[in-house]
């Protein structure tokens, strides 16, 4: 299974044609933090989102954080997944290579 270490910053209403702005998890909270916005999480699709407004115009930002990257390595069990695979791993992201360590330190033990 993939997971991504990036976020999404796209415009809306959408408009064909355009792309979104890729940022690290980092950058969408740091993001979220200068344009006081409320970070929401949506149980369906398992991920933070928010909104803001730059110069008029509307945006709509899809990130991943520790919840929905957990929520996506219990997939692996729920579905008998071989593994997981990254996606982006230069992006930063100190809090999944946290929560990595923690998994493998607890596989140690048992």
Known sequence: MGIPLYGYDWKIPYVKGTMARSLSPVQT?????ETGSEIE???????????????GQQHVVWFENL???????????????????????IR??????M?????FDIAKII
């Open 67 to 89: 919840r929905s990257i957990n929520a996506k390595l219990n997939l692996i069990n729920q579905y008998n997944l071989a593994g997981a695979s990254l996606w982006n791993i």
């Open 41 to 55: 999480y949506d149980d369906y699709q398992q991920a933070p989102f928010f909104y803001y407004t730059e110069n």
């Open 29 to 33: 909270v740091e993001l979220a933090l």
């Open 92 to 97: 930063d992201f100190p809090q999944f290579y």
């Open 99 to 103: 929560l990595v360590n923690s998994l």
